[in-house]
């Protein structure tokens, strides 16, 4: 029983982020579930500025990188958002039952309009077309990364909204989070990894080259304690490589501190780098495959 929905931004190949947080937990559920719908929102992305050729190109390239992480459609259905009108439909419904100022606390618009001054009024309203996504199919369940939490809850909120005023109709959407919920920046480990990180070095994709995986990880930001712990709150960076580690090598924390004794931080680096080389290699080998197909 249960449906489950989730969605991911065409932004071309995914980074090791979206793979912890989420696709790695698409892939386990498919099959467990009576339908299990995952889709490339190209309508979220057009909320910010896009070049409409690169759009194009990132949408494939997500498509690819879907199939290559082990999401297969005979298991679940993949789609491209903007094929199916319902979405922006059910967008303007819900719009209609939802509050100006509980939008206005949302982060992502309080992040992206404060650097542009003037947001789009498809930015401020993207949570609502979030809820829609996920409404539409009556989704029992949600897969995401922590930081998609709080569009969650404004989910929750609409589908309470709406049955109280015209009758039961959706269930209440719940969260899944994976262990590695919030992944972050190998260039500051105070900010999640993201796509849009112009540091190039931040951000691991699951294409990326063993040599350039490499770099990336020894170039990691740390502290001056060579040793290697785990204490998210005072040591960030070395912790964020703990989690990583354990993450791609399917240990616990401890474990994987447990597995580090001995060696100093620079050392740990190779070793966790070894260790993401090895999970992403297959993905980076099955996209370049279905690329050539495509
Ligand atoms: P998006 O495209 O930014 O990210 C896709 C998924 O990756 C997770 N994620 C992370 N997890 C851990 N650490 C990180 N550093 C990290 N960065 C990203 C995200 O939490 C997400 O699960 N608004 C959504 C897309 C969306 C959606 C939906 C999701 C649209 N409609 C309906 C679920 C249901 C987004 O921008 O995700």
Redesign the pocket.
């Known amino acids: 029983g249960g449906r489950v929905?989730?969605?991911?931004?065409p932004?071309g190949v995914p980074h090791l982020?979206?793979y912890?947080?989420?696709l790695e937990s698409w892939v386990g559920l498919q099959g467990g579930f009576s339908s299990v719908l995952y889709s490339i929102?190209d309508l979220?992305a057009i909320t910010v500025p896009q070049d409409p050729a690169l759009l194009r190109e990132n949408i494939l390239d997500m498509a690819a990188s879907l199939l290559a992480c082990g999401i297969s459609p005979a298991h679940s259905i993949i789609f491209q958002q903007s094929q199916v009108s319902e979405h922006a439909e059910l967008s303007w419904i819900l719009g209609c039952l939802t509050s100006m100022p509980r939008l206005r606390h949302l982060p992502q618009w309080k992040m992206k309009s404060k650097d542009k001054k003037e947001g789009s009024v498809g930015l401020f309203t993207y949570p609502v077309l979030?809820a829609a996504?996920?409404l539409l199919y009556r989704s029992t369940h949600?897969p995401?990364?922590?930081?998609?939490v709080q569009?969650l809850e404004l989910a929750q909120d609409v589908a309470r909204i709406f049955n109280n005023q015209y009758g039961e109709l959706f269930p209440i959407p719940q969260a899944l989070l994976s262990a590695?919920?919030?992944?972050k920046s190998l260039r500051d480990p105070a900010s999640?990894?993201?796509k849009s990180d112009p540091q190039r070095l931040a951000t691991v994709r699951l294409t990326d080259s063993p040599d350039d995986i490499v770099l990336k990880f020894r170039k990691a930001v740390t502290d001056f304690t060579s040793e290697v712990t785990f204490d998210p709150e005072r040591r960030p960076g070395v912790s964020n490589l703990v989690a990583i580690h354990a993450a791609v090598s399917g240990l616990t924390a401890e474990e994987a501190v447990r597995s580090a004794r001995g060696m100093d931080t620079a050392q740990y680096k190779l070793l966790v780098a070894d260790a993401v080389v090895h999970k992403v290699a297959p993905i980076r080998i099955r996209a370049g495959v279905i690329w050539r197909a495509f």
Do not use: C, P, Y
């Open positions: 929905f989730s969605g991911i931004q932004t982020g979206n912890l947080g989420a929102v979220h979030q996504d996920i949600v995401v990364g922590e930081d998609q569009h590695s919920r919030r992944v999640k990894m993201s």
